[in-house]
C-alpha cells in the first residue's frame, strides 16, 4: 500500500483516506473516525461478553427458561381449548366483534373470518351477540348484516363444512403417515442439538479468548 493511502492520526483522529466511488462527490471526502468512542464501544462490547461468560450458569439457564415459559407457554390442544372457555362470552370477545363489525362494515363472511376461535357452529352465538350489541346502541345496523341474504348464509356453512372435511381427511392422512414424520422428527431433533453443542462451543470459546483473568503484576522490588 502507498504511504499516502495510510490512515493519518489528528487530534486522536483518523483520517480515512479518500475512496473513489463512481462520481460521487460525497463519496470522495474525508470521515474522521472518533477513536475514544470506538475503543469505548470495544471496551463495552468485551466487559458484556466477559459478565455473561463468568456469571452463566445452568441454574441461570433454567431460571431464564422459566421466565420465558412463563411468559409465553407451550401451546397445546388443550392449552386452546382452556382459553376458548375463557374467551367465549368475555369483555374481549366482544370488544373484538365491535371492532370487527365496524372495520368489515357488517359483512358476516369477514367478521366469521377474522374473529378467533369462531367456528361454524359459533355464527348463531356470534349473530345473537351483535344483534344484542345493535339493541343496546352499541352499534349501528349496517346493510350488510340486516339485510344479508340467506344464500350468503347458506354459501359460508357449506364452505365451513367443506373446510372441517378437509381438516378431518388431512388428520387422517397424517396419523398413516406418522411412521416417517417421526423419523423426520427425530432427524430434526438431532440437528437442534447438533446447533446447540455447536454454540455452546462457540460461547466457551469466545469466553476463553476475551475473558481471561488478567495476571497481577507483580511489584518490584526496591
Request: with cysteine; glycine share 2%.
Amino acid at each position: 500500500m502507498d504511504s499516502s493511502e495510510n490512515p493519518k492520526r489528528q487530534d486522536n483522529k483518523f483520517i480515512v483516506p479518500r475512496i473513489e466511488y463512481s462520481s460521487s462527490s460525497y463519496a470522495r471526502d474525508s470521515f474522521p473516525v472518533n477513536l475514544n468512542h470506538v475503543t469505548w464501544n470495544f471496551k463495552f462490547c468485551l466487559t458484556n461478553l466477559c459478565i455473561v461468560g463468568e456469571s452463566f450458569s445452568e441454574k441461570s439457564f433454567d431460571d431464564w427458561v422459566d421466565y420465558w415459559t412463563l411468559i409465553f407457554p407451550k401451546v397445546t390442544p388443550e392449552a386452546i381449548v382452556d382459553y376458548a372457555k375463557k374467551y367465549h362470552g368475555s369483555k374481549e370477545e366482544r370488544d373484538d366483534l365491535i371492532e370487527l363489525y365496524n372495520k368489515h362494515q357488517g359483512d358476516m363472511d369477514a367478521i366469521m373470518d377474522s374473529m378467533i376461535l369462531a367456528e361454524a357452529d359459533d355464527e348463531d352465538r356470534i349473530r345473537k351477540l351483535i344483534e344484542d350489541l345493535l339493541a343496546e346502541k352499541v352499534l349501528e345496523p349496517l346493510d350488510a348484516f340486516v339485510n344479508e341474504p340467506p344464500k350468503k348464509r347458506a354459501n359460508r356453512l357449506k364452505r365451513a363444512l367443506k373446510e372441517a372435511n378437509d381438516c378431518s381427511e388431512e388428520k387422517k392422512k397424517t396419523r398413516k403417515e406418522g411412521a416417517s414424520t417421526d423419523s423426520l422428527v427425530l432427524a430434526l431433533q438431532a440437528n437442534q442439538k447438533r446447533r446447540l453443542a455447536e454454540s455452546e462451543n462457540l460461547l466457551d470459546k469466545l469466553t476463553e479468548k476475551y475473558c481471561k483473568p488478567q495476571a497481577k503484576r507483580k511489584t518490584p522490588r526496591k
